[in-house]
C-alpha cells in the first residue's frame, strides 16, 4: 500500500504530464475538425459550380444542394412573401417568395424569384408582378436565409398580400399559403427574364478560414508538448527536490 506522502508526490508528479497530453490530443482533434469543415466547404462549393445539365422536378424526388433542376406550372402571384432586412450590394431590400404550383394535387414549390430594394417609406411594400400563366422555370435547389434565433414573430402583418416575413421556415410559409410546401427552395437562374437581382452563391466562409483555425489548434498542441517536455527534462536536470 502507498503511503499517502509518496501517493500525494506521485500524483503531482504524473497529473501535470497526463493533463498536458490530455490537453494536445484535443487541440488536435480540434485541429482535424477545423480540416474537415474545410473540406465540406470545398465539397459544396464544387457542388455549386458544377454545370450539370437540368433535372426534371417529378414527384417524390431526392434532391441534392445546388441541383439544377427545371419544372413546369404556374405561379400564385396573388399570394408572395417579402422576405425582409435582406443585404445586397450594401443595400437593404427584400426575397421576393412566390409559390409555384406545377400539379393541383401535389405540395407547392416554393421560388426564390430574386432581390428587390426596399423604398424609403418602409410602410410600402414594392409590388413584384408575376404572371400566373403556365409556364418554364429552372433554377437551383436550395434554401431560406436562416439565423440562429429569429428576433419575433415570422410575420409582422399577417392580413394582407404580399406579406412582410422576417426570416420564415417553410412551415411558416405553409401555414400562410394553407397548402402543403416541398422541404426544399428553388432559386430561380440568374437568366430568368423576370427582373429582380440574383446572385446566388453558397451562403458559407471560404476553406481557408479553417485552415487558418486548424493552424492555430495544432500549434497550440505543439506548444502543449513542448512546455511539457521542457519541464521535465528541467525537473530531471534539477534533480530532487
Known amino acids: ?111 426564390n424569384r430574386g432581390w428587390i430594394a426596399g423604398t424609403a417609406d418602409r410602410a410600402v411594400r414594392p409590388q413584384i408582378p408575376v404572371s400566373g400563366d403556365e409556364t418554364e422555370i429552372r433554377g437551383r435547389i436550395g434554401s431560406l436565409p436562416r439565423v440562429g434565433i429569429r428576433p419575433g414573430k415570422a410575420f409582422a402583418d399577417a392580413g394582407s398580400w404580399p406579406r412582410v416575413a422576417t426570416y420564415p421556415e417553410l412551415s411558416d410559409l405553409s401555414q400562410a399559403l394553407g397548402r402543403e410546401v416541398l422541404p426544399f427552395v428553388l432559386l430561380l437562374d440568374p437568366d430568368d427574364a423576370q427582373p429582380l437581382l440574383r446572385q446566388w452563391q453558397p451562403r458559407v466562409q471560404g476553406p481557408m478560414m479553417h485552415y487558418g483555425y486548424a493552424f492555430q489548434w495544432f500549434a497550440m498542441a505543439v506548444a502543449v508538448l513542448g512546455i511539457m517536455i521542457w519541464q521535465t527534462r528541467k525537473k530531471r536536470l534539477d534533480g530532487p527536490a
Open 1 to 111: 500500500m502507498i503511503a499517502p506522502a509518496k501517493f500525494e508526490h506521485l500524483f503531482w508528479r504524473l497529473a501535470p504530464p497526463i493533463a498536458a497530453v490530455l490537453l494536445a490530443a484535443l487541440f488536435v482533434s480540434l485541429g482535424f475538425w477545423q480540416l474537415d469543415r474545410a473540406a465540406e466547404k470545398l465539397a459544396m462549393q464544387a457542388l455549386f459550380d458544377d454545370d450539370a445539365s437540368y433535372v426534371p422536378l417529378v414527384d417524390n424526388m431526392q434532391v441534392k444542394d445546388f441541383q439544377r433542376v427545371s419544372v413546369s406550372g404556374r405561379f400564385l402571384g396573388d399570394r408572395q412573401f417579402l422576405l425582409d432586412n435582406m443585404i445586397s450590394n450594401g443595400r437593404v431590400g427584400y426575397y421576393a417568395i412566390t409559390a409555384f404550383e406545377y400539379a393541383a394535387d401535389k405540395p407547392l414549390l416554393i421560388v
